[in-house]
Structure formats: C-alpha cells, structure tokens
C-alpha cells in the first residue's frame, strides 16, 4: 500500500492549519457563509439536512488496519457511532460539527488520509476494482496506475476548476468491475500483440440528469504516456465544457455534442504538444511506485485446503457464504472475501464503529493488514488462507458482516436519500429497508440469484440507479415522494442503462413492484439465466405488463409516505 513521503506529510499538516483557521475565521463571522464555501467543500465537507456531512477520501478503496482504527474513532468521536462507505469507495460522516472538522483532519493525517478533491470541479478521487492485485481474471495490477494519477491529479494547478467535478477509473482486469463505462476517463488495461502494456480509453460516461456510457477514443494507449494523454482530454474539456450551465458542464455532453470520433481528434492535436514531454512515464517512475504495491508475503500452499472443502461439503451456511462472498484470488490456497455491509435492518454501505475496529482486526489477523471498500458498499478482505475461512467466516457472523447476499437482491446499492441529503426528491433508505425486509429468505435469494437492485433519491444518481438491473429513482409529484422503476441497466462488461418502465409508485407500493418483477422472471426465465438476461432477451414488456396489470394496493394514501 502506497506510504506518504515527507512531501505528502507536509502539505497535509499544513492544509489541515490551513483549515483550522479557516474555520476559526467562519465560527468568529470574519468569514460569511459564501466565502467559507468553497474552502469547507475543498476539504469534503458538505452541508446536509440536519448536520455537516464529512467525505473522506479513500484512494482506490485501499486501506490499512490502522486507518480503519482511525475511522472507527473518528465515528465514535466526532459522528453518531458509524460511517457511510459510498459508491466512490469513500467513507462518509453524517453528524459533525463544524468545530470539530479541523480536529477530524488533523487525526486522519496522523493515518495518512485527508478529505481533499473530495469535492469540487476537480479530479476526485481515482477508483478501481475491489480486487486489484488478487483477481484471478487480473491482466495486470492497476493500482500503481491509480497511485500515479492520484499524486499527478491532487493538487493539480490547472486543472483544480474544471467546468464540474471529473471521476476516473482503472480496471485491470478481463472483467471490469470499476465501472469504468460511467466515469469520465474509464480505462482498461490490455495487452497488444507484442505483450506490450497500454490502455484502452473510454470517455464521457456517466450518471446523472443525462445518462451516457462512456466512448472509446483509443484502442490502445502505451502506458507511458497514461499521464500526458489524459492531459490533453482535460485540456479540450477545461477550454470547451460548458461552464455555462451547471446541467451540462460534464464532459460526457461536451462528448456528445462533439461527436466521439471528433472529440478524439480534439485531443490527439493537443496530445502533439504533450506526447513525450516531462510527464511521459518511465520505467523507473512505475517501479517506484509499484514497490507500494508489491505482492504480501504469501506463504507456498495447496491450491485447496482439504478441511475448507470438507466443511463446504457439509455445511450448508458456510456453503452459502462462499459461493456469494469468497472470490477466486491468483495465488494457489487463497481467497478473497467480501464482508457484507447488505445485513437487512441496516442501511446500505453503513458499518458502527465496533464493527469497523473489528474489521481493521480481521484485516491484522488474516489479511496482511487490509482492507478495501468497493462501489457497492461493501468491505474487502483481499488475502485469506482458505484454511482460515472457516474461522473468519463465524467471527464475521458474529458482527453482522457475513450476510451471504454479494451479488443477490439484498446487496443492493442505495445513497443516503432524503434521510440525509438536502438534495433528495425522496428517501431511499427505507425503500432498502422495506424491500430487504420483504425478501429477507435466503433460500428464495439464492433461487433468483444474480440481480442489481441499485436506489437514487434524485436525479443526480449517486446510487447508480440507472446500472442497475432494476433502478429505482426517488421523484417528487407535488410535494411528495414516488418512485420510477426502470429495468435492463447493468455494470460490468455490458454495461447498461435501464429503461423506465412506466408511472410512478408510492412508497408502500414498492416491495410488491419488485415481487411482481421477480414473479415474471421466475415465469419466464430458462434454466440458468440471470434476471438481466431475461430482461434483455424479453424486453421491458412483459415485465411492464403484469406489474401495471391490477392496482397495488397499499395501506397508505396515494403518495403518502410510508415511512414518515
Ligand atoms: C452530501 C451528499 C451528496 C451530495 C450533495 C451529492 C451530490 C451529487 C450531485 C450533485 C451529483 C450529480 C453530479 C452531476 O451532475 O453529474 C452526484 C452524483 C453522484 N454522486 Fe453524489 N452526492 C452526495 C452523496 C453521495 C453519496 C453518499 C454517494 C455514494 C453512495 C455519491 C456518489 C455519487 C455518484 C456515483 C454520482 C454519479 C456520478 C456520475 O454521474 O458520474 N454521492 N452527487
Ligand atoms: S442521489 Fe440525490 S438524494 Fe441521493 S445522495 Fe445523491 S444527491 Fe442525494
């Protein structure tokens, strides 16, 4: 894992003072509300519903056993006892206070974490797949890449007010499981004919208003000239994105109203200038930072354990949980195990501060000393024996960590919503809530197997509803709260975005919709296929149909709330 030098120690103490009076400066009205803004929003912190909301940076969803520690005291200290790991793979406070933000920075500086290009029109944090280094499906580990961009991207002069906020991502492995098609530079690595490393290079997806996948504008980019290329496409957006107009300031649209092969044309005449300049990747440059990421100590094992295998074999709850949350790892005897943050009665991507100390010990215990956090909202840890499975699986269970669900319906993605977020249409934790509760049967989870159910409180989409399998949008009709459904969205190598599928549904409606979509599924689905197949060998139609066929009906008044 990367180390801060004394450079990194020494800009993060000095923005941490930096802040402190600032903030002293905003508490004694030296400063007003405006003019403090955009100093607390570069510094990650958000003003909510009810409290200041803190966004941490996680880089690339890494972190070690002594951050988590950290974390946990933070939440204790500071917050209302838990934090919030988000779709960016960041964590999240909820309940601070203003007084107290300077002292939270100054304690993640003593682990090594900060909350800056949290927020604001520059490049936030660089995310990845949860299983760098370890997939078995790996081409090669991308994070020295994710370093790189991080140290170029933090503090960059020129591009620290871009037109909006800029997302990239790395995946490196066959599956992409960064979501590299909604962000805007999504790169994969591949290898050419020659074995030679590069990237292929997607721009202008994302999420939001206008939904776009992202489009490839090179095949293939050798990795030396990562840096200087992405120069150039942040370049032609920071001279032509719309600054204009808030909705369409993202560079997808610049994307879209250029035209890709246009848009690549753009940026290959300004690469000229760029191309093998100060910025161009060495040899000795990646391997220094690649030295953070060399492989732990793995010890010389069988490539299966025999008492894991046994256990498997007769024990159906542990069964359970390794077929959904153990993950194939490249070195023979180990595995990769997600702890779900998915337990119903819980929101989405919550973990308490207990539960994070109890990881950060796991984490010491039986995987090298870390962890990692994923888009989905769970935690990662990347490097189990298999002989160890078995112990670290009923100690997960203990602490509300192994619920076997990765991948099923109740692991679903879901943003704070009108609990929290002052921008929300509607809530969208109880909607979570409600539908886990509804199907909390695990035998019935596992029959329907593979499904995204991903949940917005608003347009803005931080919960990812338009990848989901099926999405569900929080909209406001005359002050109150509804939500439109779509279906056929997907992440992954195909990724997708869903189609709505009619009017909207009240609250109370909302876990019979989705029985309804589940009940044509199971009707209609050949043996072995996933929802997201069905949906896209059958259309939206059918599925349509049944659920508009008879009225829902609920206890509550049409768009009364049900969780008031
Ligand atoms: C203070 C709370 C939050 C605020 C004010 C906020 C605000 C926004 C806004 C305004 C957008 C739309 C940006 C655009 O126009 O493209 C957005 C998108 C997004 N946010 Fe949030 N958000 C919040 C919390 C979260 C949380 C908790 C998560 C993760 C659970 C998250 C992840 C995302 C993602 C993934 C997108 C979509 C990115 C894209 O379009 O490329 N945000 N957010
Ligand atoms: S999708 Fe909307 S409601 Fe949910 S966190 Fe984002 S801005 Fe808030």
């Known amino acids: 894992m990367y180390r801060y030098d004394q450079y ?53 969803g890494m972190l070690s056993s002594k951050q988590m520690h950290m974390l946990a ?79 170029w991207s933090t503090f960059h002069p020129e591009f620290a007010y871009l037109p909006r906020k800029f997302k990239i ?23 050419n ?99 953070c990421f060399t492989a732990p100590a793995y010890l010389t094992l069988p490539a299966s354990d025999a008492a894991y295998e046994q256990e498997k074999a007769t024990n159906k709850a542990f069964a359970n949980w390794v077929m959904r949350n153990v993950k194939a790892h490249k070195v023979p005897g180990y595995a990769a195990v997600v702890l779900s943050l998915k337990k119903t009665g819980v929101p989405p991507g919550d973990i308490t501060a207990d539960q994070m100390d109890f990881v950060a010990d796991l984490a ?50 879901c943003c704070p919503g009108g609990d929290f977020c002052s921008l929300a249409n509607a809530k969208s934790i109880p909607i979570a809530g409600a539908i886990a509760e509804r199907f909390d049967n695990l035998d019935f989870l596992h029959d329907i197997g593979e499904i995204e159910l991903n949940i917005s409180g608003c347009i803005n989409a931080c919960g990812h509803h338009h990848i989901g399998n099926i999405g569900i949008l929080g909209v406001d009709k005359d002050g109150s709260e509804w939500y439109q459904v779509s279906l056929g969205g997907a992440q992954g190598n195909d990724i997708a975005v869903g189609k709505i599928i009619g009017p909207s549904f009240s609250a109370g409606q909302m876990p019979e919709v989705i029985d309804r979509i589940l009940q044509v599924y199971v009707r209609e689905r050949t043996e072995d296929e996933k929802f997201i197949d069905t949906v896209r060998r059958l259309g939206i139609a059918p599925f349509k149909e049944y659920v508009y066929a008879t009225p829902i009906k609920t206890e509550l ?8």
């Not at 508490?27 to 958000?46: A, C, K, P, V, W």
């Open 364 to 413: 010491d215990r039986y995987s090298f000393g870390e962890l990692r956090s994923a888009h989905e909202q769970n935690l990662i840890l990347a490097d189990v024996r298999q002989a160890d499975l078995v112990s670290l699986w009923k100690e997960a269970k203990a602490h509300g960590l192994a619920t076997p669900n990765i991948g099923l319906l109740t692991d679903m993605i």
């Open 193 to 291: 004919d020659q074995g030679e490393i590069g990237f292929r290079v997607m721009v202008g997806g994302g999420l939001g208003r206008t939904p776009l996948i992202g489009a490839t504008i090179r095949e293939f980019l050798p990795w030396q000239h990562a840096l200087t290329y992405i120069e150039a496409i942040l370049r032609v957006y920071n001279q032509h994105g719309r600054r204009d107009n808030i909705y369409k300031a993202r560079i997808k649209i610049l994307l879209k109203a250029l035209g890709a092969e246009e848009f690549a044309r753009q940026v290959e005449a300004e690469w000229v200038d760029l191309k093998d300049s100060e910025a161009t990747l060495t040899v000795e440059e990646l391997q220094r930072v690649a030295a």
């Open 557 to 564: 008044q049409h768009g009364e709330d049900a969780y008031a």
């Open 73 to 151: 005291h933070i939440a204790r200290k500071y917050d209302r006892g838990y934090g919030h790991f988000t779709t960016r793979q960041n964590i999240q406070y909820n309940w601070i206070k203003l007084e107290e933000a300077p002292a939270i920075l100054a304690d993640l500086a003593t682990v090594e974490m900060h909350a800056i290009q949290t927020s604001g029109n520059c490049v936030r944090n660089i995310s990845s797949d949860q299983f760098a280094g370890v997939a078995a499906d790996e081409i090669i580990d991308p994070r020295p890449y994710c370093e790189i961009l991080r140290q």
């Open 8 to 60: 990194d120690h020494q800009i993060i103490q000095e923005r941490v003072a930096q802040f402190r009076d600032q903030v002293r400066r905003r508490i004694s009205d030296e400063l007003t509300e405006d003019e403090f803004r955009i100093l607390r929003l570069q510094n990650g912190l958000y003003m909510q519903r009810h409290a200041y909301m803190h966004r941490i940076a996680v880089p690339y």
């Open 169 to 191: 991502a790395i995946n490196g492995a066959v599956e992409d499981r960064a979501a590299i098609g909604m962000h805007d530079i999504g790169l994969t690595v591949v290898k």
